[in-house]
């Protein structure tokens, strides 16, 4: 009897861990070269969901959300350039947020198109840091809230490129 009340605690403390690394450092790896120079394919690194269903993410940060297209079903990461209420213009190769032009360090190059919006209520639009080379809310609209899995906490791989976000 006593063996059995050892495994069921052990199952029990399992689960508990899984659980909270399921909603404060889930561990995801970046695929494809969307999000470069920020991220390029085969980086590790941990989000937090807890942050995303709380409403803990504000412009500029990284999320990673699940989307569905002629492709199939997968999770992405992007930029949130515009939160619900925001106007979000892409004229002349800038991106402008409620009139002022974005300073983006981390693009490298113009961002092609050509968008005039405002973010509805629980919605967020999102662009790749490797912006023409990016399948993004240029292409696929303002996002859902809903959608969300995740905020960018922390780059864990390759180790000398470890950093905080």
């Known amino acids: 009897m006593e063996i059995v009340k050892e495994w069921l605690k052990t199952i029990l403390y399992a689960f508990i861990i899984v659980l909270a690394l399921y ?7 970046i695929e494809g070269d969307s999000m470069k120079p920020t ?10 969901r807890v942050l995303t269903m709380t409403g803990k993410y504000k412009t500029g940060d990284i999320v990673v959300f699940h989307m569905i297209d002629e492709y ?23 991106v ?24 509805p209520k629980g919605g967020i639009f999102v662009l790749g840091d490797n912006r023409n ?8 609209g303002v996002i859902s809230e809903s959608e969300l899995k995740g905020k960018v906490i922390l780059r864990w791989y390759p180790f000398n490129t470890i950093k905080r976000f």
């Open 23 to 29: 909603f404060i450092a889930w561990p995801v790896t």
């Open 39 to 48: 991220f390029l394919d085969g980086d590790k690194v941990v989000t937090s």
């Open 72 to 94: 199939g079903q997968r999770d992405v990461i992007k930029r949130v350039i515009g939160i619900e209420g925001d106007t979000i213009e892409i004229k002349e190769g800038a």
């Open 96 to 119: 402008y947020r409620n009139g002022v032009a974005i300073l983006e360090e981390y693009v490298k190059e113009n961002t092609e198109g050509e968008v005039s919006l405002t973010v």
């Open 133 to 140: 080379h990016s399948y993004d809310s240029r292409d696929m």
